[in-house]
């Protein structure tokens, strides 16, 4: 049918274009927007934000000694080829900035890496490009070009170097730069420029300054070195970097690209200058056949908005899309959704465990009588597929057969926050208790996660059902927001928010004036982010809340009345045996409060509350007494409007103020 000619049509021109493209990588990054996050590889300790990357992640108030990081570019580079006999010559320009913390430590570098996973055990002197275990072996195929803020090694030239690394964290190469007047961790900018020309094999530096007369450029050096010796034909290509005791934030700001092309003598330009033309033809020729079918499609009114086609090309739109699988292969992989897999019951469905291609996954199956379950799950399907971010659970893929809907998401080892954060008295095993640092990671991935969804987004994005069961643990303990199952996009500029007729959320974690107006907003949200931080710190459940009795609710009156005593930091979780930080603590519990205040307009935004948690902004002002509960709401007055606008989504963060956003 007309489906699959389009398909097939659309393969040849993919496959021509990928035969092009493929052989040759060139990227612009005057910064890094969110929006670049999905073009990266983040792994270890790195993260985006603040338009930078941090190749070793800060997070004000946070430890941040011990880290290691990388930051790769997704697609890799073809370095060489051993059938045409010819390897790619590339230039890359970045600025570096590095901020000196406990001392300077330990370094960054460029890295050209066969792995795009980094080793384990590779903070400290090892710079994110090796371990103690791997040092020195050929199997590393990596080759690094580092800027070492401290001398490790009694090799090592100074705390100032730069030096060529081969697959070993001992130079080849190295050269001081203090003689040249540039200090690597000195908080400022320092634009490289890094050079390999594959002919005359030289791999070379530069610096450029930026003295108010003139750009110059400094050499620093140029050394021979025949990449395709060390490495495989195609390498990632990014940044590795690490803190040891010694601490400092390691950042890129932008970061410029270009390499030849490899696979194509002269002779096959030729044949493609004279094809590209048929290609353009054909290209166009079936963008019109798309938009024609597409017409047809559109304007036959009798297709039901739950006809499988339609939903399929809903989510086919969405960039990014998700995968879709076939129910045999789900039935497959939950041994036919076995109850022994059974991992728990969300809102709407049972989720079970499965074995996909060897990888461990979450199968969710939306159960039937729920209602209007098609619209919620094109609007859960569509609105994952589209976000990307280190704190939201991974949607993998989905399926819709025989009238089964089945969500499939990555696998979260240590489950639901819920199973670990509160205290059982008759729990038969011995619990683990997490760490105040654990719980304040925990805490700053769900703002982090919701900040992105209420200002990192295109569209804003609300949660509507925050609450411990809902956020799910990864392997290293880091906090991942699920089930959007409820979220519905509402546009930026809308002021009146989406309705729905039945009150979705959860007792215990639902504003007052949600009952009134039966509207999520942001500010509904913000008031269950509280409830969740009260009970992070304080390892209780919410308590009570019901359409009677809607304002009472356990937790946030108990630890008002503490604050009211001046005895906030009483509430924290007796079982830390007092092992946490003060003042990390109360900022935090105060910041808990403010966003369960009465009044929706009195509460900070994920903006605000995400520099409180940092460390950048103050906690809010909090009312020794507990405001009582009015409706409508009364609007704030110009003054404390101030206040909120200063939270409010434009704020510029000066870049000193960077923090692990
Ligand atoms: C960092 O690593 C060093 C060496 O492995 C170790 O002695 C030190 O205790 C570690 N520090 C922290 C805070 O983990
Ligand atoms: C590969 O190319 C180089 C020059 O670019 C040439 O010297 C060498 O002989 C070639 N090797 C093979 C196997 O063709
Ligand atoms: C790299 O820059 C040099 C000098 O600016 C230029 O001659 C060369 O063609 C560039 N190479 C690539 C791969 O862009
Ligand atoms: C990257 O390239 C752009 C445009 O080509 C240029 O304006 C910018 O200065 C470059 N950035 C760096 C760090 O070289
Ligand atoms: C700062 O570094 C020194 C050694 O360089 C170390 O002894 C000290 O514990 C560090 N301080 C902090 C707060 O990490
Ligand atoms: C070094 O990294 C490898 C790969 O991640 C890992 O298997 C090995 O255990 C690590 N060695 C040490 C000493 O941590
Ligand atoms: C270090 O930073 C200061 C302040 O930005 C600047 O004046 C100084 O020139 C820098 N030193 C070096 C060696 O780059
Ligand atoms: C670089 O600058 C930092 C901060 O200004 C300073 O602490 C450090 O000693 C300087 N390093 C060198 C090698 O000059
Ligand atoms: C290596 O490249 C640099 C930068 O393009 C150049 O200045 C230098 O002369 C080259 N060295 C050799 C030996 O070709
Ligand atoms: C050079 O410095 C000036 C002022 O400090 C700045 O406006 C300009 O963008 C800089 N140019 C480059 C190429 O970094």
Not at 261 to 279: A, D, Q, V
């Amino acid at each position: 049918m007309e489906n699959s000619f389009f398909h097939s049509h659309l393969l040849a021109i993919c496959l021509a274009f990928a035969v092009i493209q493929v052989e040759c990588l060139e990227f612009t990054y005057p910064s890094f927007p969110e929006e670049t996050r999905s073009n990266l590889l983040l792994t270890g300790d790195s993260n985006l934000a603040v338009d930078a990357l941090q190749v070793t992640y800060d997070v004000r108030g946070a430890p941040i000694t011990n880290l290691s990081g990388r930051v790769l570019h997704k697609e890799p580079l073809k370095l060489w080829s051993k059938s045409k006999n010819k390897t790619a010559s590339f230039n890359s320009t970045f600025t570096l900035r590095i901020v000196p913390q406990n001392s300077s430590g330990e370094g960054v570098a460029f890295i050209l890496a066969a792995e795009n996973s980094i080793p384990e055990n590779s903070y400290g002197q090892w710079l994110g490009i090796v371990n103690a275990s791997t040092n020195e072996l050929a199997s590393n195929n990596i080759i690094a070009i580092e800027f070492d803020t401290k001398k490790s090694y009694s090799e090592d030239l100074d705390n100032n170097h730069v030096g060529i690394d081969v697959n070993s964290i001992y130079s080849i190469y190295q050269v001081s730069l203090t003689s040249y007047g540039f200090n690597i961790s000195n908080d400022t900018d320092l634009p490289v420029r890094i050079q390999y020309d594959a002919v005359s094999t030289n791999l070379s530096l530069s610096i450029m300054t930026n003295t108010t007369w003139n750009n110059k450029e400094i050499p620093i050096f140029s050394y021979p070195l025949d990449l395709s010796q060390h490495l495989p034909e195609t390498v990632y290509v990014g940044f590795s970097a690490s803190t040891g005791v010694a601490t400092e934030l390691n950042c890129i700001r932008s970061w410029n690209f270009t390499s030849t092309y490899i696979n194509y003598s002269s002779k096959n330009m030729l044949l493609l200058y004279i094809l590209l033309p048929g290609i353009l033809v054909l290209c166009i020729s079936c963008l019109v056949g798309i938009f024609v079918w597409w017409k047809w499609a559109h304007d036959r009114d009798w297709v039901q908005e739950d006809d499988p086609r339609m939903i399929e090309q809903k989510i086919q739109s969405s960039t990014m899309a998700p995968k879709k699988f076939r129910l045999k292969e789900l039935k497959s992989a939950t041994k036919n959704f076995n109850a022994k897999r059974k991992l728990g019951k969300g809102g709407f469905g049972t989720v079970y465990k499965g074995i996909l291609n060897n990888r461990e996954v979450a199968v969710k199956r939306v159960s039937e009588n729920s209602r209007n379950n098609i619209q919620d799950f094109i609007a859960e399907v569509v609105t994952i597929g589209n976000l990307h971010h280190k704190n939201l659970v991974k949607l993998i893929g989905w399926c819709y057969e025989s009238n089964e809907l089945l969500l499939v998401y990555e696998f979260m080892p240590n489950g639901s926050l819920e199973k670990v954060i509160f205290y059982e008295e008759n729990a038969s095993t011995e619990q683990y208790v997490l760490s105040w640092d654990t719980r304040h990671r925990i805490i700053c991935g769900v703002a982090q996660a919701l900040d992105y969804l209420h200002f990192g987004c295109e569209k804003r994005v609300l949660h509507r059902d925050i609450k411990a069961s809902n956020i799910m643990l990864d392997s290293g303990y880091n906090a991942r927001l699920g089930d959007f199952g409820l979220a519905r996009m509402i546009q930026p500029s809308e002021q009146t928010h989406h309705t729905t007729k039945e009150l979705a959320g959860t007792p215990g974690y639902m504003a007052p004036e949600y009952f009134h107006t039966g509207h999520a907003t942001a500010e509904t949200d913000v008031y269950g982010f509280g409830v969740l931080v009260l009970e992070v710190a304080c390892g209780r459940k919410p308590g009570y809340q019901s359409e009677v009795n809607k304002f009472n609710n356990g937790i946030v009156d108990w630890v008002w009345e503490l604050y009211k005593l001046g005895r906030t930091t009483d509430a924290v979780d007796s079982q830390l045996d007092g092992e946490f930080y003060e003042e990390q603590a109360e900022a935090a519990l105060l910041l808990g409060l403010a966003c369960c205040h009465p009044n929706p307009y009195q509460r900070p935004t994920m903006r605000y509350a995400l520099q409180v948690l940092t460390g950048e902004a103050p906690p809010p002002f909090v009312p020794v007494d507990r405001p009582a509960f009015m409706w409508p709401a009364t609007r704030p007055s110009i003054r404390s409007e101030l206040d909120y606008s200063l939270h409010d989504v434009g704020q510029i963060t000066p870049f000193t103020d960077l923090s692990g956003r």
